[in-house]
């Protein structure tokens, strides 16, 4: 049985200067963070980190990030540094910045830029609120025609999508438990489908329900959570995995408390 090789860590390498490895290293720690903070897989976050310090000639740098956490080494300059991410949502315009910026430093883009533009691309402004509530309504209305629904069913499927995303968005800002988020979410919208059918016009109750929930589905969650798995990140895919799990639970428990009750 073969006993398999340590370790080595190259000496350092002195021809670079110590405060352009340092900013170096402030380009990729932060473009991995503002990557998890966005939805980035894990395995494209170290991917990414590795890539921007090769490109400026730092070699030796070792990655580990998990939903989480980010941990960023240079071996060689003695530079290490954990970071710990609070909060995290879908914000693939991100995603596809610092994409974009990776490749500008594979063509050469000089540190002192390559600061600026993640300075900028942190500054990003989201969506305004009231159209990520309104866009919530638009993804019920198409999900309930592509399920079948009809015309009648629209008003309380686009009412139900939007004061899903207005109550999980509104909610968020007071308590970091997604779980009461999507829960109460799925609860209001499971009333309001009912109201409709029972004392409206109303005739699919199930159908409205699915449509109006399908905004509160965590899909790029689950996608990526897959996706890590298949890349060999059994941590971050199981993790990612669990997550998307308690979110359908906290929908399904939402809707199901209502029609225990009805």
Not at 21 to 32: E, M
Not at 165 to 170: A, D, G, M, P, Q
Not at 173 to 183: H, P, S, V
Not at 206 to 234: K, Q, S
């Amino acid at each position: 049985m073969s006993v398999e090789e340590l370790e080595t860590v190259d000496k350092p390498d002195d021809s670079l200067d110590e405060d352009f490895v340092r900013k170096v290293f402030y380009v990729c720690l932060n473009s991995g963070k503002i990557l998890l903070e966005s939805g980035a897989e894990t395995y494209r976050i170290e991917d990414t980190m590795i890539r921007m310090a090769g490109n400026y000639g730092i070699g030796n740098v070792q990655v580990f990030v998990t939903t989480t956490v980010i941990i960023l080494s240079m071996n060689d300059y003695a530079l290490s540094q954990t970071i710990r991410i609070d909060e995290r949502a879908n914000n693939l315009q991100k995603v596809v910045n610092i994409n974009d910026l990776s490749r500008r430093i594979t063509k050469g883009l000089p540190i002192r830029d390559a600061i600026d533009s993640i300075e900028n691309i942190h500054e990003t402004k989201m969506f305004p609120f009231w159209l990520i509530v309104f866009t919530g309504g638009m993804v019920a209305i198409m999900f309930l025609l592509l399920f079948g629904g009809v015309a009648g069913d629209i008003p309380v499927a686009a009412a139900g999508g939007m004061a899903g995303v207005l109550i999980t968005e509104s909610i968020q800002r007071y308590t970091k438990i997604k779980f009461f988020n999507e829960f109460f979410a799925a609860f209001f919208i499971a009333v309001i489908s009912v109201l409709y059918v029972d004392y409206g016009p109303g005739t699919e109750l199930e159908t409205i329900i699915i449509a109006a929930v399908m905004p509160l589905v965590p899909g790029v969650l689950i996608t990526n959570a897959i996706r890590e798995m298949i890349r060999g990140h059994l941590m971050a895919g199981t993790m990612k995995g669990a997550e998307a799990s308690l979110t359908a639970i906290a929908i399904g428990a939402g809707v199901g408390l209502v029609f225990m009750a009805v």
